[in-house]
């Protein structure tokens, strides 16, 4: 998560920074000239490292490095022996592969050396690739940014990538995997391609509208799908939230009367002591924030202060904090002592709180509501459990742990309903910036009106597709790709 909450806190404390392309120099591009060359495994000891090299010097440095003249098989691993060219010196006996481009990951010649992954081992096969004339160290994700140029990877499968690397979680990785495949770039490929067929038809009925041999219903067969773009794009909207929460974490918020048992919980499923617990009521004041991987979600848990009133005015301040937080939740936990349920404080709760949530109706409620209760092991086996005009709820100990696999399970349905399933359903909308071009495109979209002005109509038509362009890269601007590729590190 956090992805995001790191980079501003990172950014900040280093000023801003220029990672990955000199734009001047046109690095990127493909036939640029140069040949560039990083480690492209994890910095430190390991067992096996990879450095990669992408330009037209890859197998001229091959060669120089294994001082044996002939290639080895394109894309087959071969045991080689590795030496400084300046010196002889032997440096590893490593595995090299050769990936003529085309058909390489970057669509250059690309060589990888799979070395042993001590750390004099990769630097000195480093300065060696160094010293061979046409090559230089690589920049944050340059690789990226050339296989983009060469059109191996589109914008946002390049964003999947991104994300894939950065992942956290199960469900952002099965998301950013579903990216990286193109899924999105797809959708809006055949929306553009739309486009382009509704505005053929347009530009034909401007240039022959009053001829005899232009099919008849040509303007509104193009109405027709113009139509259902906008619902499609409409939809796929109205889901954008979700897969943001899914890149940056769903705000979770455990709220109740004062000692439900709510940093309790927090402790419990953050599996670290993040708030204090004590028995007496009006511990928690702040609001206490952590990130956590819930049943594969990101989640951003926060505990806060008691709801009660009538109290100091430290613990009044916690209690506003607290109710403003909750307004921002996109999951509320809310949770009663399960032995103290006829309590004031519990009856207050239900009614203002649970209630007001619940009495939403699902399809237009921006929040969700779990009702838990809390300490089931206070009571007794034999008699009267838990209230029976209560709304669905689960009970829990977070004494004994009893019931936390049902909560999870829950909150696992819930999150999927909060952040979308990556496994199922569309493509989500991971990024403000993809909500922004197809805002742009249905934006558009409303201006064509071909009853009215055939030559407006045609231009709000080429406006829309521009937007879908951009989405997927085409057309984009140099300082767009600067911002996304600042999200890889230095050999990708
Ligand atoms: N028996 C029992 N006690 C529990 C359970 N969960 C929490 N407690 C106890 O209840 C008391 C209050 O727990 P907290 O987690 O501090 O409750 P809280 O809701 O955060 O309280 P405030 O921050 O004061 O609002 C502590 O003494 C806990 O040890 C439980 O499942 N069973
Ligand atoms: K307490
Ligand atoms: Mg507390």
């Given at each position: 998560m956090w992805r995001g909450l790191w980079t501003l806190a990172a950014q900040a404390a280093r000023g801003p920074r220029r990672l990955c392309t000199r734009r001047s120099s046109g690095a990127a591009g493909p036939g640029s000239g140069a040949t560039i060359f990083a480690l492209s495994s994890g910095q430190g000891r390991c067992g096996i490292a990879v450095i990669r090299t992408s330009g037209p010097s890859s197998g001229h440095a091959l060669r120089i490095l294994t001082a044996v003249r002939d290639l080895p098989p394109a894309r087959h691993a071969s045991l080689r022996l590795l030496s400084d060219?300046?010196?002889?010196?032997?440096?590893?006996?490593?595995?090299?592969?050769?990936?003529?481009?085309?058909?390489?990951?970057?669509?250059?010649?690309?060589?990888?050396?799979?070395?042993?992954?001590?750390?004099?081992?990769?630097?000195?096969?480093?300065?060696?690739?160094?010293?061979?004339?046409?090559?230089?160290?690589?920049?944050?994700?340059?690789?990226?940014?050339?296989?983009?140029?060469?059109?191996?990877?589109?914008?946002?499968?390049?964003?999947?990538?991104?994300?894939?690397?950065?992942?956290?979680?199960?469900?952002?990785?099965?998301?950013?995997?579903?990216?990286?495949?193109?899924?999105?770039?797809?959708?809006?490929?055949?929306?553009?391609?739309?486009?382009?067929?509704?505005?053929?038809?347009?530009?034909?009925?401007?240039?022959?509208?009053?001829?005899?041999?232009?099919?008849?219903?040509?303007?509104?067969?193009?109405?027709?799908?113009?139509?259902?773009?906008?619902?499609?794009?409409?939809?796929?909207?109205?889901?954008?939230?979700?897969?943001?929460?899914?890149?940056?974490?769903?705000?979770?918020?455990?709220?109740?009367?004062?000692?439900?048992?709510?940093?309790?919980?927090?402790?419990?499923?953050?599996?670290?002591?993040?708030?204090?617990?004590?028995?007496?009521?009006?511990?928690?004041?702040?609001?206490?924030?952590?990130?956590?991987?819930?049943?594969?979600?990101?989640?951003?848990?926060?505990?806060?202060?008691?709801?009660?009133?009538?109290?100091?005015?430290?613990?009044?301040?916690?209690?506003?904090?607290?109710?403003?937080?909750?307004?921002?939740?996109?999951l509320i936990l809310a949770m009663l002592d399960a032995s103290d349920l006829a309590s004031p404080s519990s009856c207050n709760f239900l009614a203002t709180v649970v209630a007001s949530v619940g009495a939403q109706s699902p399809s237009d409620s921006s929040q969700r509501l779990l009702l838990v209760l809390n300490k089931s092991d206070l009571l007794s086996p034999e008699g009267p459990g838990p209230r029976p005009d209560l709304p669905p709820h689960l009970l829990l100990s977070c004494l004994t742990g009893e019931g936390l696999d049902g909560l999870l399970e829950a909150l696992r349905k819930e999150l999927a309903a909060v952040c979308g399933d990556p496994s199922t359903g569309s493509p989500l909308l991971t990024r403000a910036r993809h909500q922004h071009h197809l805002q742009g495109c249905l934006d558009a979209l409303s201006h064509y009106k071909p009853s009215k002005d055939l030559a407006l109509a045609a231009e709000a038509l080429r406006v829309a597709r521009g937007h879908l362009t951009r989405l997927t890269g085409g057309g984009g601007t140099e300082e767009i790709l600067d911002i996304i590729f600042r999200d890889f590190c230095v050999g990708k």
């Amino acid at each position: 998560m956090w992805r995001g909450l790191w980079t501003l806190a990172a950014q900040a404390a280093r000023g801003p920074r220029r990672l990955c392309t000199r734009r001047s120099s046109g690095a990127a591009g493909p036939g640029s000239g140069a040949t560039i060359f990083a480690l492209s495994s994890g910095q430190g000891r390991c067992g096996i490292a990879v450095i990669r090299t992408s330009g037209p010097s890859s197998g001229h440095a091959l060669r120089i490095l294994t001082a044996v003249r002939d290639l080895p098989p394109a894309r087959h691993a071969s045991l080689r022996l590795l030496s400084d060219p300046r010196s002889g010196e032997p440096l590893d006996r490593a595995l090299v592969l050769w990936f003529p481009g085309p058909r390489s990951f970057t669509g250059e010649d690309c060589v990888e050396f799979h070395v042993h992954g001590g750390p004099a081992v990769v630097s000195g096969v480093l300065q060696a690739l160094g010293s061979v004339p046409g090559l230089r160290p690589a920049e944050a994700g340059e690789f990226t940014r050339r296989a983009f140029a060469n059109g191996k990877l589109n914008l946002t499968e390049v964003e999947g990538l991104a994300d894939l690397i950065h992942a956290e979680t199960e469900a952002q990785r099965r998301q950013a995997l579903r990216q990286l495949d193109g899924e999105l770039g797809h959708l809006c490929r055949g929306w553009a391609e739309t486009l382009t067929k509704a505005l053929a038809h347009v530009e034909a009925y401007i240039d022959f509208g009053e001829d005899d041999n232009l099919e008849e219903g040509v303007l509104e067969q193009a109405d027709i799908e113009v139509r259902a773009l906008e619902v499609a794009l409409g939809a796929h909207l109205r889901d954008a939230r979700r897969g943001q929460r899914l890149r940056s974490g769903a705000h979770v918020v455990v709220t109740g009367p004062p000692n439900a048992g709510k940093s309790s919980l927090v402790n419990l499923l953050s599996r670290k002591p993040v708030s204090i617990v004590s028995p007496e009521p009006g511990t928690t004041r702040d609001v206490l924030e952590t990130p956590v991987d819930l049943a594969g979600f990101p989640v951003l848990l926060s505990d806060t202060a008691g709801l009660r009133e009538g109290v100091g005015p430290v613990e009044q301040e916690g209690v506003r904090r607290a109710r403003e937080r909750l307004e921002q939740a996109d999951l509320i936990l809310a949770m009663l002592d399960a032995s103290d349920l006829a309590s004031p404080s519990s009856c207050n709760f239900l009614a203002t709180v649970v209630a007001s949530v619940g009495a939403q109706s699902p399809s237009d409620s921006s929040q969700r509501l779990l009702l838990v209760l809390n300490k089931s092991d206070l009571l007794s086996p034999e008699g009267p459990g838990p209230r029976p005009d209560l709304p669905p709820h689960l009970l829990l100990s977070c004494l004994t742990g009893e019931g936390l696999d049902g909560l999870l399970e829950a909150l696992r349905k819930e999150l999927a309903a909060v952040c979308g399933d990556p496994s199922t359903g569309s493509p989500l909308l991971t990024r403000a910036r993809h909500q922004h071009h197809l805002q742009g495109c249905l934006d558009a979209l409303s201006h064509y009106k071909p009853s009215k002005d055939l030559a407006l109509a045609a231009e709000a038509l080429r406006v829309a597709r521009g937007h879908l362009t951009r989405l997927t890269g085409g057309g984009g601007t140099e300082e767009i790709l600067d911002i996304i590729f600042r999200d890889f590190c230095v050999g990708k």
